[in-house]
């Protein structure tokens, strides 16, 4: 910033006994403050060094802000990628309980009176033994597709109840239970019709049974490959041909479909 300048100003007045006037004389010679010099101050080389170190600290400071920012953004992303799958999710859910929703209501209107369907004889899945089949005791034997949804979603709360399906069905906790049955009419109204819950009953047996048939299936999987493997390094190991082997192995993701 430059320096203040100062003008010095003289008036210089006649003498009064001359009768004129007094005029102004200027001097406009510049004043300068001791000390000063009358320039700018100038930054030294020093100055000039700290200021470029003071520099490089705040960049060096900046530094991981700007990478830690930059994680959080990806954070934020995959967040919100979640949060759509999460909604997209909620979304379906709301439209398959409307769906059902909808399908009580016909039912309610083609039938004034609530009907209420008995447990029929037998034991589930075994209709040549004086059973029956759980599709058709349901009403549903045109409705496949229906019946599978239902199914589906019985298999899935299941899941949710986490229960032990190496445990028998009449030792399995009767909280989780109650909470699946209450949570199947409510997403499917149509299991009202029931009585006692005896159809929510069967789709959970079957669902138990199929898991631990499909869990045995990849035990002996396994264990079909563990053998074949051994063999084949004897076989190497003797110095004999390996024979071909033609072994179709189910997939351990693939869980048999419900009756």
Known sequence: MPAKRHTRTTLAAQDTNSGTEGHGVIDATPLTKPGRGGRARQPSARGKENNAEDLAKATKKAAPRVVQLDEMRAENA????????????????????????DMAVEIRKANPKPIIIPRPAGSVGK????????QEAMKLSSMKEEYNSIARIVRDLCHAAQLDCNVEFRLQPAGKLSRIYDMARQRVPLLS???DDWATCDLIKIYMRNKRAHMKRRKVARTEVLDLTMDDDENILVGAAVPP?????????DEPELD
């Open 78 to 101: 995959k967040l919100q990628q979640e949060k759509e799958a999460l909604q997209a999710q909620m979304s379906a859910a709301r439209d398959e309980v409307a769906k059902w929703r």
């Open 193 to 195: 019709r029931y009585q």
């Open 127 to 134: 209709k040549n033994a004086g059973g029956y089949s759980l």
């Open 245 to 253: 082997t033609n072994v179709t192995i189910q997939s351990v993701d």
